[in-house]
Nanobody, 123 residues
Framework: VQLQAYGGGLVQPGGSLRLPCAVS????????IGWFRQTPGKEREGISC????????YYSDSVKGRFTISRDNAKNTVYLQIDSLKPEDTAVYYC???WGVGVELDLGEYDYWGQGTQVTVSS
């Protein structure tokens, strides 16, 4: 299983980004795709996930209302739409896959990780 997160960049406060996570190497199973982010000196934070079974989603309180997770099964891609970006959203964003995981963001439950994409929010 391989995951590749991309689409990061430099964005002004109040702007938007859409981060794709391309997933390959399998076709079937019960799993969740999660998005996490990390800034230097801080622990990796789970922010959103989506279940393969029914498309259920979950958001952390820190991003609820501004972030939207979605999936395109035909493209094996999960997207994280980020709106109303704030400087505190600056981080490396990672996507990960957890086999048999429901809509939860426990890092230890995720088995495969992408390489991360940098998002910088600054004027």
């Amino acid at each position: 299983v391989q995951l590749q997160a991309y689409g990061g960049g430099l964005v002004q406060p109040g702007g938007s980004l859409r981060l794709p996570c391309a997933v390959s190497g399998f076709t079937l199973g019960y799993y969740s795709i999660g998005w996490f982010r990390q800034t230097p000196g801080k622990e990796r934070e789970g922010i959103s996930c989506i279940s393969s079974s029914d498309g259920s989603t979950y958001y952390s309180d820190s991003v609820k209302g501004r972030f939207t997770i979605s999936r395109d099964n035909a493209k094996n891609t999960v997207y994280l739409q980020i709106d109303s970006l704030k400087p505190e959203d600056t981080a490396v964003y990672y996507c990960a896959l957890g086999w048999g995981v429901g809509v939860e963001l426990d890092l230890g439950e995720y088995d495969y990780w992408g390489q991360g994409t940098q998002v910088t929010v600054s004027s």
